[in-house]
T-cell receptor, first 113, second 110 residues
Framework: EPEVTQTPSHQVTQMGQEVILRCVPI?????FYWYRQILGQKVEFLVS????????KSEIFDDQFSVERPDGSNFTLKIRSTKLEDSAMYFC???????????FGNGTRLTVT | ELKVEQNPLFLSMQEGKNYTIYCNYS?????LYWYRQDPGKSLESLFV?????AVKQEGRLMASLDTKARLSTLHITAAVHDLSATYFC??????????FGEGTQLTVNP
C-alpha cells in the first residue's frame, strides 16, 4: 500500500496555465518534500516543508511555485504560469525521521504544451 | 555546492556476473541513500547508510559507505534480469534535502 498518494497521475496543460499537484500522505508526518525529474534525468529537490512552513527551497523553486497544506492533510504544489520546461515528473515525499529514507509517492507526470 | 557523481552512467551486464556502481560526493556527509527506479515508476528505497563503514546487504545487492573517501558503492552479485533498473545514490547534508546522483541505468542481459 502506498504511503504517499499523488493526484493526478498525469496532467496535461497549456503553457501559461496554473496547475495544482496534490499529495496525500497516509501517515500524519511533519516533513514533506517535492522533487521533480525531467524525463531521463536526475531527481532534483524543489522544496521541503516542515510543520506547515517552508524549511528549505532550491533555486528551481522560484516565484512561480508555491506549496501549502490547506486543510492539514493534502499537501499541494502550485505552478502559477507553466512553462514548457516545467514538463517533468513531480514526486511528493515524506520523512518519518532522520534515520529513515524518504518515501516517494507515485508521482504526477506534468506535460506542458 | 554539493556534487554527487555516479559511475558508470550506463551498465550492461550478463546474468550471473558481478559489478560495482560507484557514488562520489563532494562535501562531508554521513547519510547516504540508494534508490531504485523502474521505467515510468517512482523511487524505491534500497539502503540507508548512516555512518562511516556502514555496510548493508539485501539479496544480490550490497551497499557500503566510506565517509572519509566520500564514496559509496553498490555491489551487484550474480546479476539477474530482475535487477534491470536505474539506481540512484542520494546524499543528505542538511537534514532537509537530498542531492541525487545522475543515476546508473543497469541492463542485465540473459
Amino acid at each position: 500500500e502506498p504511503e504517499v498518494t499523488q493526484t493526478p497521475s498525469h496532467q496535461v496543460t497549456q503553457m501559461g496555465q496554473e496547475v495544482i499537484l496534490r499529495c496525500v500522505p497516509i501517515s500524519n508526518h511533519l516533513y514533506f518534500y517535492w522533487y521533480r525529474q525531467i524525463l531521463g534525468q536526475k531527481v532534483e529537490f524543489l522544496v521541503s516543508f516542515y510543520n506547515n512552513e517552508i524549511s528549505e527551497k532550491s533555486e528551481i523553486f522560484d516565484d512561480q511555485f508555491s506549496v501549502e497544506r490547506p486543510d492539514g492533510s493534502n499537501f499541494t504544489l502550485k505552478i502559477r504560469s507553466t512553462k514548457l520546461e516545467d514538463s517533468a515528473m513531480y514526486f511528493c515525499a515524506r520523512l518519518r525521521d532522520r534515520g529513515s529514507p524518504l518515501h516517494f509517492g507515485n508521482g504526477t507526470r506534468l506535460t506542458v504544451t | 555546492e554539493l556534487k554527487v557523481e555516479q559511475n558508470p552512467l550506463f551498465l550492461s551486464m550478463q546474468e550471473g556476473k558481478n559489478y560495482t556502481i560507484y557514488c562520489n560526493y563532494s562535501t562531508t556527509s554521513d547519510r547516504l541513500y540508494w534508490y531504485r527506479q523502474d521505467p515510468g515508476k517512482s523511487l524505491e528505497s534500497l539502503f540507508v547508510l548512516l555512518s562511516n563503514g556502514a555496510v548493508k546487504q539485501e539479496g544480490r545487492l550490497m551497499a557500503s559507505l566510506d565517509t572519509k573517501a566520500r564514496l559509496s558503492t553498490l555491489h551487484i552479485t550474480a546479476a539477474v534480469h530482475d535487477l534491470s533498473a536505474t539506481y540512484f545514490c542520494a546524499v543528505d547534508i542538511s537534514g532537509s534535502r537530498l542531492t541525487f546522483g545522475e543515476g546508473t541505468q543497469l541492463t542485465v542481459n540473459p
